[in-house]
Every structure is written in structure tokens, then in C-alpha cells.
């Protein structure tokens, strides 16, 4: 597997470094992506630190011009996209009659226009399309599936990501390329720690309280590992995994029932 190549997006912490170091600990070549250079170069060192055959440039998945320019990059250094994993994100919300456009609409290009971008690249520049084979996993959330109150523009994307998994599975069915979403519940990532910051705020309470408010909703009393969602994420890109397609995968706690 060493000539293969996974591309990961916002693959220098949180969820996206855990799924790079497992796939990478696999014998795939991982690139991955961040919008910050120095992030990038300090993982991409850390990773080879590691074994890891790794390499990657800031990227703005938000912008076409970059996003064609880092899958082109990776496939001219290892061949076709075999696995690309959509992980970028962001975090955002708030009373909804209160939001501003500038956040409701950069949390919509950073949640779900980035998907189709990287997705259309990886297809089609980074020639996974052409190859004839791979897998597409993108990173959803229970809460593009129930909703998350005080979040409508991260649930709107995050359930636009499901809908836009299940279409473009379709699409590929049959070209021996697979698409699914993976969704977390609460999972404990730098993301996290700001979610809880901003509900602290809103609500007037301490971040140890909104914490435990939220641990109280999930079946299992705990939030997720970041490990823990890379091993489905890793499960997805196996041979024993080809029959899955269009499906949007909890990995939750059990806070999620569907």
C-alpha cells in the first residue's frame, strides 16, 4: 500500500489528525491539508517523526483556485486519489435571529461548499474517477441529523453533508467508488473545547457545567474519542467495507439513534 494516497483536509488536529495518523500507519502516503502553513509543516513533521510517509500545504477549502491546486499537487506526487477524507470544519451559531450573514455564510462554505470542491477535485483532477476505484468518507455530525440548538448554520451544513453523501453514492455506485459520511456526537477536539466555550458564555455558566450538561445527554456518559472516529473512518477504507455505500454512520455514544 505504500504508493497509495489518502488526502485528509483540516488533517493537523482534532478528528482529521487522528484519521491521518491511523491511515497513514496503514502504509498510505497521507497529504493533508489546514489553512495555516506553520500547522501544517509542524504535523507533516511530527507524522514522519512517527514512521509516517506524510506531506501536505496550506490550503483554503473554502476557495476553488486552492483546492485544485492541493489535489493536483497530491496526485502529481503519488498518483490518483485513493481515499479522500473531507474533515474540514468549523463550529459556529447562535440566537439565529441574531446571526450575522458573514458567519452563517463562511460556515456553510467551511461545513459543506468545501465537500463539494474537494470532492469534484479529488473525482476528477486528483483522478480517482479515472482509476476506477477509492473512497469518499466525509465528516458529518449527529447533529446534521437531530439538530443542535443554538447551531442552525453548522446543522444545515452538516445535514447538507448527508444529502450530499447519499447523491454522489448514487451517482458512483456502480465505478467502484464509495461514499459515506461518518457522524460524531460530542467528540473531545480542540473544536470542542470552543463549543463549550461559546455556550458557556451565552448561558452564563462555567465550561465544567456546560460539559457535564452535555455528558448527561449521551447514552454512554462520556464524550467521543478523536481515535475512536478515525477507526470507523478507517473501517470505511477497507475491502471488507466495499459493500457500504450512501450511508451517514453515527459514531456517537449512543446519542444518536439513527
Not at 492541493?70 to 439565529?96: H, K, Q, S
Amino acid at each position: 500500500m505504500q504508493d497509495r494516497l489518502a488526502v485528509v483536509t483540516g488533517g493537523t488536529s482534532g478528528i482529521g489528525l487522528a484519521v491521518a495518523r491511523l491511515l497513514g500507519s496503514r502504509g498510505y502516503a497521507v497529504h493533508l491539508c489546514a489553512r495555516t502553513a506553520e500547522d501544517v509543516v509542524s504535523t507533516v513533521k511530527q507524522l514522519r517523526a512517527e514512521g509516517i510517509d506524510a506531506d501536505g500545504r496550506a490550503c483554503d477549502v473554502r476557495r476553488k483556485a486552492d483546492v485544485e491546486e492541493f489535489i493536483a499537487a497530491a496526485a502529481a506526487a503519488r498518483g490518483p486519489v485513493e481515499v479522500l477524507v473531507n474533515n474540514a470544519g468549523r463550529n459556529g451559531g447562535g440566537v439565529t435571529a441574531e446571526l450575522a450573514d458573514d458567519l452563517w455564510y463562511d460556515v456553510i462554505d467551511t461545513n459543506l461548499n468545501s465537500v463539494f470542491l474537494v470532492t469534484r477535485a479529488a473525482l476528477s483532477t486528483g483522478g480517482m474517477r479515472a482509476a476506477g476505484r477509492g473512497r469518499i468518507i466525509t465528516i458529518s455530525s449527529t447533529g446534521g441529523k437531530n439538530g443542535v440548538a443554538l447551531a442552525a448554520p453548522y446543522s444545515a451544513a452538516k445535514s447538507g453533508v448527508i444529502g450530499f453523501t447519499k447523491a454522489v453514492a448514487l451517482e458512483l455506485a456502480k465505478t467502484g467508488i464509495t461514499v459515506n459520511a461518518v457522524c460524531p456526537g460530542y467528540v473531545e477536539t480542540p473544536m470542542a473545547q470552543r463549543v463549550r466555550q461559546g455556550y458557556a458564555a451565552h448561558w452564563g455558566v462555567s465550561e465544567q457545567d456546560v460539559q457535564t450538561k452535555f455528558e448527561a445527554k449521551i447514552p454512554l456518559g462520556r464524550y467521543v474519542a478523536a481515535d475512536e472516529v478515525a477507526g470507523l473512518v478507517g473501517y470505511l477504507t477497507t475491502d471488507a467495507a466495499a459493500a457500504i455505500t450512501a450511508q451517514a454512520l453515527n459514531v456517537c455514544g449512543g446519542l444518536g439513534s439513527y
